[in-house]
């Protein structure tokens, strides 16, 4: 069954249930790590935008290369607004699509330095009006860098939301909104970590291990699926 399918078919958690799941999940799955730094261990928030703006539909591993390439050129906005696009192009090329990206890390220094002093905003709606940066990064942001408490949504956690019922979104933005809206707020913090585990060890993508989930009595999609 397709997840949008899935999510549209079924309903959402009621609060009380909604409660359980984050409870249980907080007992079987890890929490946020003492040692947990920015994006990609980035060591400022400048290099966390845009180490977070060149994730989008890159392997770790090719994040990582590029990361490296381009702060090995700048590590301000300031020093990168001294790089043409083609350069920083260049050595964002690992990560692919790089010329849309080079233009956005354009765009992006030359507001920052032009509007906002060089200081990289420690809001969500100040993230999001950088060049690039869409609420899955800016929450990213807040939860690594400037340690808010907020779920930050990635391919993992509108699979899983969505398939336990938690939320019932199309999108990982709506998914991200429902869930800000339904967690309890003691969840808020770790639960980014605890549904992203969740769904790397237990809700898989293509074969989920319904049969050893302990959340298979609460479930949405397990119910669909029986």
């Known amino acids: ?20 799941v984050f409870r249980r999940l907080s007992q079987h ?8 730094k920015g994006p990609k ?19 770790d591993v090719n994040t990582a290369a590029a990361t ?11 020093g990168m607004r001294e790089l043409s ?3 920083i192009a260049a050595a964002i090329k690992p990560c692919g699509l790089y010329n849309m990206k080079a233009r956005n890390i354009e765009r992006l220094c030359r507001f920052l330095i032009e509007e906002l002093d ?13 060049p690039g940066i869409g609420r899955k990064c800016a929450d990213i942001v807040l939860s690594f860098t400037f340690g808010k408490d907020v779920i930050a949504v990635d391919t993992h956690v509108h699979r899983a939301a969505n398939r336990i019922g938690l939320t019932g ?17 003691w969840a808020l913090r770790d639960g980014h970590f605890w549904l992203i585990q969740f769904g790397k060890a ?25």
């Open 202 to 226: 237990v809700c898989l993508s293509r074969r989920p291990k319904c049969d050893a989930c302990f959340l298979a009595d609460i479930c949405r999609f397990n119910a669909v699926t029986d």
């Open 118 to 130: 060089g200081t990289v905003p420690a809001t969500r709606e100040g993230l999001m009006q950088l």
């Open 68 to 78: 490296k390439a381009l702060f090995e050129l700048a590590t301000t906005p300031e």
């Open 1 to 20: 069954m397709a997840e949008g399918a899935a999510a549209g078919s079924k309903r959402v958690l009621s609060a009380q249930e909604t409660e359980t």
């Open 169 to 185: 979104a199309k999108t990982a933005d709506e998914t991200a909104r429902q869930l800000e809206a339904a967690a309890p707020k």
């Open 29 to 36: 799955m890890p929490g946020r790590t003492p040692t947990a």
């Open 41 to 59: 261990d980035q060591p400022d928030p400048f290099r966390s935008v845009i180490s977070c703006l060149l994730s989008a539909q890159s392997r």
């Open 85 to 87: 696009q083609e350069t």
